[in-house]
């Protein structure tokens, strides 16, 4: 039942931040966000900013929210040190256990803090088969705690959940029906009928479904190439893209999301400020060694 006519119809918003994405949909019309995570909070706040008051339903696979920043900062106190993780055994389950024995002693935010300094090499220790383990059993509750929102973000989704205005739901999108008003969107065990649907289950990292031209040209010269997780694309250590024969570019180089699968966490700004620093002096180093 996934008809692509849906997906070109004004009732479902596929990119919540373009421009005036937003401006169609009227306060009394009934809302279905897909994907439950930060964007979604952010969404729902302008929407109800902008007066909205009818129903709005998210749903996600597992229907987890994420959770919030401690009132006052916490630092690190009582959390392991960053080193430490690195003698764990390179498993997605004693990696968990270790999180979990350790959040008994702290706050886990300061536990989920305390690995941040260290998680690319802890994706480097892990084998093809651990990391993805861990994506499919694991991200999720990972990515609540490590991606938080502020706290008085938090507060006013709450109370917008209490209020009954906002409900979330854990289902499998199964397809749409759509309606001369609206749409049905199949949730497995309920039909929601909804007047318009907002995608913000965040960037499609996995090249093979993206249809920008400059991306579909790259994929079919061979100079990208996907990583078998559909997470990015291969990449060196450097950033420079691995092309389809798994030679290392000398011209062609790419930062965040795309390096994903060789470092995980890409798409903050403290690690996308690193990457950005490191990508320059290579660039500059090249260029001052062609003079």
């Not at 070109?8 to 994405?21: E, F, K, L, M, T």
């Not at 129903?55 to 009132?71: C, D, E, F, K, Q």
């Not at 290392?248 to 798409?267: A, C, D, F, I």
Request: charged share 20%; aromatic share 6%; hydrophobic share 40%.
């Amino acid at each position: 039942m996934f008809g692509e006519s849906f997906y070109q119809s004004p009732r479902y918003v596929p990119d919540p931040w373009v421009p005036g994405a937003l401006d169609h949909i009227k306060p009394d019309d009934d809302v279905l966000i897909l994907g439950t995570g930060l964007t979604m909070y952010d969404v729902v706040l302008s929407l109800r900013e902008r007066g909205h008051a009818a129903t709005i339903h998210a749903a996600s696979r597992r229907g987890l929210m994420p959770r919030p920043h401690a009132p006052q900062p916490l630092g690190l106190t009582g959390a392991p040190a960053p080193d430490a993780w690195l003698a764990v055994e390179p498993t997605a389950k004693a990696l968990l256990s270790a999180l979990r024995q350790a959040a008994t002693r702290c706050d886990w935010r300061a536990v989920v803090d305390s690995v941040r300094p260290v998680t690319q090499k802890l994706w480097h220790q892990l084998s093809p088969a651990e990391r993805e383990r861990f994506a499919a059993r694991l991200r999720p509750f990972w990515e609540v705690h490590r991606h938080r929102a502020a706290t008085s973000v938090h507060v006013a989704i709450q109370e917008l959940i209490d209020a009954g205005s906002l409900r979330f739901r854990a289902a499998r999108l199964r397809g749409w029906i759509p309606q001369a008003d609206g749409v049905i969107a199949d949730l497995g065990d309920t039909q929601l009928r909804v007047r318009h649907v907002i995608n913000c289950t965040g960037p499609d990292s996995d090249v093979t479904r993206s249809t920008d031209p400059l991306v579909q040209a790259l994929l079919r010269r061979g100079l990208i190439a996907s990583d078998p997780m559909g997470y990015g694309v291969e990449t060196a250590s450097d950033g420079a893209t691995i092309d389809a024969q798994g030679t290392p570019s000398n011209w062609l180089y790419t930062l965040g999301t795309w390096r994903k699968p060789g470092l995980w966490e890409s798409v903050a700004v403290p690690e996308l400020r690193v990457q950005a620093r490191d990508l320059a002096a290579t660039i500059n180093s090249a260029l001052l060694a062609a003079r």
